[in-house]
């Protein structure tokens, strides 16, 4: 039996070239930590406008990279037997604006930047900016 012959191949919408990620983690004396997560990712395809007169290829364009670093601070204290960590976790350190979804390929290819049919910015098409949470945990 012959294999069919392909006619068409494309990426993937998942398919994603280049994946870095690092992980530092560093001790210092009197109980203070320092643990980093940094993450770099080229971008994921899409098909530019899919209601052209002229089809364009499928998934032929690409969104932006992204990037992104992450860090946690603490501290461990002893007291009554039990280990104390105060600890201070920095997500998106950078406050790195990371495209996560361009909402609609004809007016992102238009005007660069993710609108909705309205033309508005549309926020939920970004990853989250900075965050930080503080806490507290006990270990026995």
Do not use: C, M
Request: glycine share 8%; charged share 20%.
């Amino acid at each position: 039996r012959s294999k069919p012959k392909v006619t068409e191949s494309w990426p993937l919408d998942w398919d994603q070239r280049h994946v870095v990620s690092a992980l530092v983690g560093i001790q210092f004396p009197y109980g203070f930590r320092l643990n980093t997560i940094g993450q770099y990712g080229s971008g994921l395809p899409y098909t530019p406008n899919p209601d052209s007169p002229i089809k364009p290829a499928i998934n032929s364009k690409r969104y932006p990279v992204t990037y992104n670093v992450d860090l946690i601070v603490g501290k461990d204290f002893k007291l009554s037997g039990l280990t104390y960590t105060v600890y201070a976790d920095i997500r998106n350190v950078f406050n790195t604006k990371n495209l996560v979804d361009i909402v609609d390929a004809v007016t992102y290819d238009r005007y660069g930047r993710p609108l909705n049919d309205k033309k508005h910015t549309d926020p939920l098409a970004w990853a989250p900016p900075r965050q930080v949470f503080l806490g507290v945990g006990a270990n026995w």
